[in-house]
């Protein structure tokens, strides 16, 4: 039976997805890591956000921060995506307590939590993907740690590393705030 799905822009759509993927296969080849281990900036890549990603011999975690680059002159710009991967990673020091709501994409409501407003920490291996819709392009950087990072990275960073640990903190929730009217 013919496939009636194999339309002219199908077939084109699905060459560009094959290439994409063997290229992404070259270069996590390339960068000389366990494959496994970039699954968590494939996901950060593809839907956004913070992941990570534990098997018996692996954690790994992508933390995503994003840059925005605007030129006064011309009014014109874009958002750069810059994703961290740390595998094996090991926290080194944190700093503050920073109260905030949060949401993980494992719960369906936010919740209070306190996370450092900076952190160390280094990783058995780090590379810095850096995601340019100007230029349609994705770089990856092996890079060497120790790395800091303050405010939403932070936060990330923290949250991810909890995930690794298999040990989450449960907050508190919406509904145990107070609503005060101010006159
Ligand atoms: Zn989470």
Not at 67 to 90: K, S
Not at 135 to 153: D, N, V
Request: proline share 4%.
């Amino acid at each position: 039976m013919d496939d009636p799905v194999c339309s002219g822009a199908e077939f084109d759509k699905l060459k560009k997805q094959l290439s994409f993927n063997l290229a992404e296969k070259r270069v996590i080849k390339d960068l000389n890591i366990q494959p496994d281990a970039f699954i968590p900036v494939l996901f950060s890549l593809k839907f956004g956000g913070d992941w990570s990603f534990k098997t018996k011999d692996l954690e790994a975690m992508a933390v995503k921060e994003k840059i925005t680059r605007f030129n006064e002159i011309d009014g014109e710009g874009y958002t750069l995506e810059r994703v961290t991967l740390f595998v094996n990673p090991q926290l080194i020091s944190t700093h503050g307590k920073i109260l905030r709501l949060e949401k993980c994409g494992t719960k369906n409501e936010r919740e209070l939590v306190e996370r450092p407003f900076r952190v160390q920490l280094d990783a058995q291996d780090i590379v810095i993907a850096e995601l340019n819709p100007g230029s349609m392009e994705i770089t990856l950087k092996r890079i060497e740690g120790p790395l800091s990072f303050e405010g939403s990275a932070a936060y990330g960073v923290s949250h991810e590393m909890e995930h690794l640990a298999g040990c989450e903190h449960t907050g508190k929730f919406i509904w145990e705030f107070e609503y005060k009217l101010k006159d």
